[in-house]
């Protein structure tokens, strides 16, 4: 079984430019989250949808941010326009119900310069 | 609120030596408690956890960890380091919210195994 994956692995842009993550969760995995971790600091959560609902969305930082999933697979997270502080490396974690563990995929790491 | 605090951002043991990885938490409601590892260019990895019964928890790879309600702490052991521990390792704090896990992460500690 495949496990979450993520697109870029890296992804270098320039400030205020836009730049989209993209997150495949395991197969049937309703719960899917995104954590982001800045450099040196702890692993942040951003938010979690249940299929296609966002249920949290309290540790979004701004409104530079969009998460969307869209039928209830795979997940974007749009950053636009970015900002120097926004570098970091973007996580995304699957869970089979709530409350399960969380498989995290291997992160996309953003620079914006 | 939750939060958690790992001690010591690097830490460096002799292969064969002691693994110990500190991580104190508070929490306002009974916690459940995560160690990840993270491998290089690889995604985290739950190593153990707790959530309620007994207080000491193994895991994969030899890891295991005590929660200690008393010092608020979850720290992380493993009786010989091989060369393989090398990575960097987050204790997390969950409880449920709504029904799911809301995780809060320590800054996480990288060891080095040296041979």
């Known amino acids: 079984e495949a496990g979450v994956t993520q697109f870029p692995s890296h992804s270098v842009i320039e400030k205020g430019q836009t730049v989209t993550l993209r997150c495949d969760p395991i197969?049937?995995?309703?719960?899917l989250y995104w954590y982001r971790r800045v450099m040196g600091k702890e692993i942040k959560f951003l938010l979690h949808f249940v299929k296609e609902s966002k249920q949290d969305e309290s540790g979004m930082p701004n409104n530079r941010f969009l998460a969307e999933r869209t039928g209830g697979t795979y997940s974007t997270l749009k950053v636009q326009p970015a900002e120097l502080e926004d570098s970091g490396v973007y996580f995304c974690?699957?869970?089979?119900?709530?409350?399960?563990?969380?498989?995290f995929g291997p992160g996309t790491r953003l620079t914006v310069t | 609120a939750q939060s958690v605090t790992q001690l010591g951002s690097h830490v460096s043991v002799s292969e064969g030596a002691l693994v110990l990885l500190r991580c104190n938490y508070s929490?306002?409601?009974?916690?459940?408690l995560f160690w990840y590892v993270q491998y290089p260019n690889q995604g985290l990895q739950l190593l153990l956890k707790y959530t309620t019964g007994a207080t000491l928890v193994k895991g994969i790879n030899g890891f295991e960890a005590e929660f200690k309600k008393s010092e608020t702490s979850f720290h992380l052991t493993k009786p010989s380091a091989h060369m393989s521990d090398a990575a960097e390792y987050f204790c997390a704090v969950g409880r449920d919210s709504g029904g799911y896990q809301k995780v809060t992460f320590g800054t996480g500690t990288k060891l080095q195994v040296i041979p």
């Open positions: 929490s306002s409601v009974p916690p459940y």
């Open positions: 974690a699957s869970s089979q119900v709530q409350g399960a563990e969380q498989y």
């Open positions: 197969s049937g995995h309703d719960n």
